[in-house]
């Protein structure tokens, strides 16, 4: 089965600060996708990464990174001087690539909300 | 720009109406799917669509049924709802796999408190 925690329920810093929100898969598969999502509190989840599991490179995005380590299977997600604007629920998912008809499957870990105070 | 829209943010319904949630999506992709999201749970998959007319069950089905009759359409029905289905409900869609990306886009949700 597959499985994605957050262990990190709230987060709570001030701005400028750096944080890392924690994500941490179960998967028997051998390909599998992982993502990171933000919903801020319109409440639309928005696309932020996508990363295959043979692919270990760490990547920047501005104030942005992710660590993916499959030895511990987890996919951390860090921000670098923290905003006000980064504010929002950020959820971490898996998908493995068994289709079901063609249509992949999203498992979602329980979401970090993130506070950023000014 | 990718567009996933709900019908109705916040809706308020008694124990036992019959409740319909919409969901329209403009990137004539394939599959639709219908998420439940709670407190400490995260997102849980309802049910999803392939194809017009084609469903299938989620991880937690019980309670809800759906509608796909054109491709850019997908109702999410609560028959009769139930208090414990008070929820945010988010829509969201995606191409076929191995013909685009394997992104999936999302809707802004839908409040349903249940009284």
């Known amino acids: 089965a597959q499985k994605v925690t957050q262990a990190q329920t709230e987060i709570s810093v001030v701005e400028k600060e750096d944080v890392t929100l924690d994500c941490v898969y179960e998967t028997r598969d051998t390909t599998y996708y992982l993502f990171w999502y933000k919903q801020p509190p319109s409440g639309e989840l928005v696309f932020l990464i996508r990363r295959n599991s043979f692919d270990e490179q760490n990547e920047i995005s501005g104030r942005y990174s992710w660590n993916f380590q499959k030895s511990t299977s987890s996919f951390n997600f860090t921000i670098t001087a923290s905003q006000v604007v980064d504010s929002a629920v950020y959820f971490c998912a898996l998908r493995t690539v068994e289709l079901i008809q063609g249509a992949q499957k999203l498992v979602f870990g329980q979401g970090t909300r993130l506070t950023i105070n000014p | ?115």
Not at chain 2, 84 to 106: D, E, V
Request: charged share 25%; proline share 3%.
């Open chain 2, 1 to 115: 720009d990718v567009k996933v829209t709900q019908s109705s943010r916040y809706l308020v319904k008694r124990t036992g109406e019959k409740v319909f949630l919409e969901c329209v999506q403009d990137m004539d992709h394939e599959n639709m799917f219908w998420y439940r999201q709670d407190p400490g749970l995260g997102l849980r998959l309802i049910y999803f669509s392939y194809d017009v007319k084609m469903k299938e069950k989620g991880d937690i089905p019980e309670g809800y049924s759906v509608s796909r009759e054109k491709k850019e359409r997908f109702s999410l029905i609560l028959e009769s709802a139930s208090t414990n289905q008070t929820s945010m409900y988010l829509c969201a869609s995606s191409p076929r796999l191995r013909t685009a990306g394997n992104t999936i886009y999302f809707g802004e949700g839908s409040w349903l408190t249940v009284v």
